[in-house]
């Protein structure tokens, strides 16, 4: 039993997402700063979870056999395990970029300068790496301990 809002609604909020990210594509080639089209793409994502959290998207929860059924699917506690294991993930890789982000020109340059260094600058460059799969791993471990 799919509804149209099923469909209309996700499409809104990715419309809405991504409005900012054209306004800043336009106001970059016409020599203007982006900065308030980031600023409204925060804001709008910002709203987006707003209204998702708030307002129920679907009946997916009605279509549960009896009430006992939903608690045991829906419990706060998986929610938090999940997003226990989003954050594993997605913190550690901001963390890996700015660090491969530092460390990646750093390399090239000292390689250039003398190519005996590559090997040396190349270790600094994956230990950087190294972050976002030791948050991977632990990502799956938190979800294989709540299934």
């Keep these: 039993m799919l509804t149209v809002g099923m469909f209309l609604l996700p499409l809104a909020a990715v419309a809405l997402l991504c409005t900012p990210f054209l306004i800043s594509a336009k106001r970059i080639r016409q020599g203007r700063s982006p900065k308030p089209a980031f600023i409204g793409n925060l804001c709008a994502f910002g709203g987006v979870m707003l209204i998702g959290m708030i307002v129920p998207i679907g009946k997916f929860v009605a279509f549960a056999a009896d009430e006992g059924s939903v608690k045991g699917a829906i419990s706060?506690?998986?929610?938090?395990?999940?997003?226990?294991?989003?954050?594993?993930?997605?913190?550690?890789?901001?963390?890996s970029g700015i660090a491969v982000a530092a460390g990646a020109p750093a390399a090239v340059g000292a390689t250039s300068e003398d190519p005996k260094n590559f090997v040396k600058a190349l270790i600094f460059v994956v230990l950087?790496?190294?972050i976002a799969l030791y948050g991977v791993l632990i990502s799956i471990l938190i979800v294989n301990n709540l299934g």
């Design 76 to 95: 706060t506690g998986t929610g938090l395990g999940y997003l226990a294991a989003a954050l594993a993930v997605g913190l550690p890789c901001i963390g």
């Design 128 to 130: 950087g790496e190294g």
